[in-house]
């Protein structure tokens, strides 16, 4: 049996619906909120995902290509976000720093209001073999690209 570019296709865009997958089950399951550049990691996820759903039911052979540019996205997101957990560099203070967004003026006066704690960008909620969320992504997401591009050059 070989390896099809159908076969590679699909399998990346499983692997995008699984990493999306993943990450709701942490964030709803395990209660792990997201911090802003986790949530900015699941768009080309699900644009990925898109892609596959449209290749699917067009064979275009543009989606296999938007799919590889999603999965791209995502793992240079990811490295981005990882380096920022290590403090190779830095990201904006409110996302590192904690922050007030979406309290009103009243919530901050009011002493009986506990304000919800931060979700910090900077900060590692949970590791597999010494890799965050974020490292796993950065690594795992170029595989997928790679899958991705597999499809949109091979010839079945």
């Known amino acids: 049996m070989t390896f099809s570019r159908q076969m590679a296709i699909i399998l990346a865009g499983l692997g995008s619906a699984a990493?999306?997958?993943a990450a709701l089950a942490f964030q709803y399951l395990g209660g792990l909120p997201p911090?802003?550049?986790?949530?900015?990691?699941r768009w080309p996820?699900?644009?990925?995902?898109?892609?596959?759903?449209?290749?699917?039911?067009?064979?275009?052979?543009?989606?296999?290509?938007?799919?590889?540019?999603?999965?791209?996205?995502?793992?240079?997101?990811?490295?981005?976000?990882?380096?920022v957990e290590q403090g190779w560099w830095e990201y904006i203070s409110s996302c590192t720093q904690g922050s007030i967004a979406g309290l009103s003026g009243a919530d901050l006066l009011d002493p009986t209001r506990a304000a919800p704690a931060p979700v910090r960008c900077d900060a590692i909620p949970?590791?597999?073999?010494?890799?965050?969320?974020?490292?796993w992504n950065a690594i795992l997401s170029p595989?997928?690209?790679?899958?991705?591009l597999y499809g949109a050059t091979g010839r079945d």
Do not use: E, K
């Open 19 to 21: 990493a999306l997958a």
């Open 35 to 41: 911090c802003h550049l986790c949530i900015l990691q």
């Open 45 to 83: 996820h699900l644009a990925a995902v898109l892609a596959l759903g449209l290749w699917a039911a067009t064979r275009w052979r543009i989606w296999p290509w938007l799919g590889a540019l999603a999965a791209a996205t995502t793992a240079g997101i990811g490295l981005f976000h990882a380096g």
């Open 126 to 135: 949970w590791s597999f073999l010494g890799l965050s969320m974020a490292a």
């Open 143 to 148: 595989v997928l690209a790679l899958l991705w």
